[in-house]
């Protein structure tokens, strides 16, 4: 992708690009979504969030990640990733940063 020489190596940028799209998520998630070792993502969120810009919470036996809103630089952080997602391929948005995140409705017919 575009950030990858900027930010060290492929998994944080789409770790990054992932929670810029989606606003928050969780290790197993990101990992299948881009199809990588969930080791890998959770090693970078860990690292994310031991340098401040991400936090994280429990949600049950789930940590979900979002960024951290103290991060000094976390508004032209956001600004850069979202030109990033703006830029990516029109497939490549659609493969990766516009699936369904809501359960779908009882009983509502698959289209």
Known sequence: MYLEGLF??????KVLLYLENYESGYASAIASTFDVAVSQ???QLERLELDGILSSR?????REYQFNPRY???KALRTL????V????SDYQ???FKQ???????GKPLP
């Open 94 to 96: 659609t493969k990766y």
């Open 100 to 106: 369904r995140q809501r359960p779908r409705r009882a």
């Open 8 to 13: 060290g190596n492929a998994t944080v940028e």
């Open 41 to 43: 993502v959770q090693k």
């Open 72 to 74: 000094r630089f976390l």
């Open 58 to 62: 429990m949600i049950g036996k789930t």
């Open 81 to 84: 990733l979202n030109e990033a």
């Open 86 to 89: 703006q830029a990516l391929p």
